[in-house]
């Protein structure tokens, strides 16, 4: 009788986000700093809400915090009297996660003081 090998199970374990750089990209302002390691959301690398989250959403892409955040009132600390900030709002999260893509590998995300 022929051996038959056991199914193999998929991997469970979630792959921690790496950091979004080594060091700041040349053309970073004064005011940023290398992303702290407690911000940083799984599986993306930057912050995202709650899956039944409502909109408006607004993607931060240079900021306090940067990702996809649901609200004014969650978005408002993270860039209001921040010096380069930049966040815009988009109408879904589909569009948020394609803006935070394109900032991140154009090194155009950072986070700021």
Known sequence: MPAVAAPVAAP???IPALPLYGILPVNAPANAVLPPAHL?????GY????ANAEGPFYVVTQG???G???GW???SPL???????????VASMTEGHARM???????FALYLT
């Open 12 to 14: 469970t374990t979630v």
């Open 40 to 44: 940083l959301a799984l599986p993306y």
């Open 47 to 50: 912050h995202v809400p709650a």
């Open 64 to 66: 306090r915090d940067i």
């Open 68 to 70: 996809v955040f649901n």
């Open 73 to 75: 009132e969650n978005t």
């Open 79 to 89: 860039v209001t009297g921040v010096s380069h900030a930049v966040f815009s709002r």
């Open 101 to 107: 893509n394109m900032a991140i590998t154009s090194t």
